[in-house]
């Protein structure tokens, strides 16, 4: 039995053979369980229907096993045979239904955005013979189609209106729309289309950027590590010379010892050897002596006394220096010098090495770009923050430009709002290597960055430069000063409608520039950074704007 003959034995609920295979009225069968159970969700409406013809019955149909179909079921089961896969050209639930089939529906192959309607491959064979369904636009699968209906007229939106930025439909542009600047959807496609293209060269120009950094960045964990085990290597050798110099020494003053211990020791048993003798020399004299001092002979003794009455010479005694316990106990003290030194220099120097190793920082190895050129590797994308705009600015162009008002915008509450100064901060935090330039025109502008916790209400406290936690340059009618914590610094330097900022966070350094056909370094600031940074704008003019940079060379002045 084939594949296609087998998928006929298949419950078309479950998609598996039938298990105990009941026939309906309309004459589709089906697993008893799988039948009950979708009628029973059907319970509440009294109408009881086909899954796959959808013919309903008023009353619930009693179902009774078919027992030749079981039969063949069974039959099918001892050929080997398994159940059929499901067939996958069945729509899903997560799948794009085809609007013209009945029962089952497959999963739609394409949709018609004239039609509005999708369609499974059988039934979209019309839109490929009949000439008038040909010239219908054709797109993938999609279940958004009702997107493209006018909700007011019901008819489709063919045009945009870029005055109000929405798709309407040719009713909308003769009615709510009129006058405004309307073009055909396909017009705005295009348009659009080009700046996509753009932006998709743009980020595809970051990712070869980021792609090249990332590449040096692993050379540089690659150089690190070689680095840091080479110096590991290196340390230790060292350290094992000194130890074994140490133990050198510590062997030195022990044969040292050893050899004059062994000396003095030889010395001093010489002495007791001689005192020895001069004992046993003096016990035999003084035995002798005392015989003869028991001789009754007069005659005797008075010739004898003479020989024995002379003693020897004595040994000299009076080298003999007692110390008790007292005899290496300097070389003790010398070696107890030497230690104390050497903890003293080891302290000394460790605390060397340790600043030594913690100073090591590979970011901070590459030296501060000095051309523009150099700083744009480094420009980076910001936008404004609208729950931080003042409420007497107004953004546009993408939060990329702001303006200061003759009347408030109507900006919703939010905790991050400066409601007291026209000032902003961007929606990006900067922690690395940042380079943006800012321009302005009518006013001055203080160009700024600033820790997120800088207060947003109150006095000076959430100004720009006045407090700790912002360092802002005010460019104002042809002059700049440089604040921070409430402390101003004139800066000079040619005036420019344009200020690029540099910010190595890691580094803390700070850099303002004045740009216009050359770089002008105005101020540099060199800190520690506790916290990430935001940029931020305080506006004292018309309108000021986060310049998208252009790459060129172009070198500064310092």
Known sequence: MNQMDQTKFCCSVCLDLLKDPVAIPCGHSYCMNCIKSFWDEEEKKKIYSCPQCRQTFTARPVLVKNTMLADLVEELKKTGLQAAPADHCYAGPEDVACDVCTGRKMKAFRSCLVCLASYCEEHLQPHY??????????????????????????????????????????????????????????????????????????????????????????????????????????????????????????????????????????????????????????????????????????????????????????????????????????????????????????????????????????????????????????????????????????????????????????????????????????????????????????????????YKSISRKGGNECLFGFNDKSWSLDCNNNSYTFRYNNIQTPVSGPCSSRVGVYLDHRAGILSFYSVSETMTLLHRVQTTFTQPLYAGLRFLFVFVKIIKQMRKNCDFNE
């Open 129 to 450: 013979e009949v000439p008038p369904l040909k010239k219908h636009k054709r797109v993938d699968p999609s279940k958004k189609l009702q997107e493209n209906i006018c909700s007011r007229h019901d008819e489709v939106m063919k045009m945009f209106c870029r005055t109000d930025q929405q798709s309407i439909c040719y009713l909308c542009s003769v009615d709510e729309h009129k006058g405004h600047d309307t073009v055909s959807a396909a017009a705005e496609r295009t348009e659009r289309q080009r700046e996509l293209e753009v932006s998709r060269q743009n980020i595809q120009q970051r990712i070869q950027d980021r792609e090249k950094d990332v590449k040096l960045l692993q050379q540089e964990v690659e150089a690190i590590n070689q680095s840091a085990d080479q110096t590991v290597e290196h340390s230790e050798k060292i350290f094992t010379e000194l130890i074994h110099l140490i133990q050198k020494r510590s062997s030195d003053v022990k044969q040292q010892i050893r050899s004059q211990q062994e000396t003095e020791v030889s010395r001093v048993k010489e002495l007791e050897e001689k005192l020895e003798q001069e004992i046993t020399e003096l016990k035999r004299k003084d035995a002798e002596l005392k015989q003869l001092s028991h001789t009754e002979d007069h005659i005797q003794f008075l010739h004898n006394y003479p020989s024995l009455s002379a003693l020897s010479e004595s040994t000299d005694s009076s080298s003999i220096n007692i110390r008790p316990l007292s005899y290496f106990e300097d070389v003790t003290a010398a070696v107890s010098v030497l230690r104390d030194k050497l903890q003293d220099i080891l302290r000394e120097e460790w605390t060397n090495i340790s600043l030594t190793v913690t100073e090591v920082d590979v970011l901070l190895s590459q030296p501060e770009p000095k051309t523009r050129a150099g700083l744009l590797k480094y420009s980076c994308e910001i936008t404004l923050d609208p729950n931080t705009a003042n409420a007497w600015v107004l953004l546009s162009e993408g939060n990329r430009k702001v303006t200061l008002m003759n009347q408030q915008q109507s900006y919703s509450d939010h905790p991050d709002r400066f409601t007291d100064r026209s000032q902003i901060l961007s929606r990006e935090s900067l922690t690395g290597r940042c380079y943006w330039e800012v321009e302005s025109r009518g006013g001055g502008v203080s160009v700024a960055v600033a």
